[in-house]
């Protein structure tokens, strides 16, 4: 069963309605300082949204080095694998998965599962080794 253990938890508007996203991967948007879904696997994640705000209201956020968290599965995936942020579209953002070079790194799951189970994270910022070279 997946827990967390929080280190640092932060709170910024939500910029968009947020209530089907709790323990999904959340980017923080440049413009307006608040958090949306991400538009793009490529994008740069702040951290997993540990609530369920609608647009405007305080979305709670575990950032990347802030401890441990439960995060939605957006595959089938196991303990001891790095990884990033799905993005299949609009309605299907923020999920992990196993992150590849073009992704930033979220963490390293501690329990896995299968898609749309909710695993467990340790948030760390590390970085993907290219084994092809």
Request: proline share 5%; hydrophobic share 45%; no cysteine.
């Amino acid at each position: 069963m997946a827990t967390d253990n929080k280190v640092l938890d932060l709170s910024f508007p939500a910029d968009e309605d947020l209530s089907n996203d709790q323990f999904r991967i959340v980017v923080l948007d440049a413009t307006s300082a608040k958090v949306r879904r991400p538009n793009a696997a490529t994008d740069i994640p702040f951290g997993v949204l540990q609530n369920a705000p609608v647009a405007d209201e305080a979305a709670v956020v575990r950032p990347i080095g802030g401890g441990v968290s439960k995060i939605q599965l957006g595959a089938t995936i196991g303990i001891g694998v790095i990884v990033g942020m799905e993005y299949v579209d609009a309605a299907d953002a923020g999920k992990a998965q196993a992150a590849i070079a073009t992704q930033y790194p979220v963490g390293v799951l501690l329990a896995g599962g299968v898609e749309d189970d909710l695993g467990e994270i340790l948030m760390t910022p590390l970085t993907i080794k290219d084994v092809s070279a």
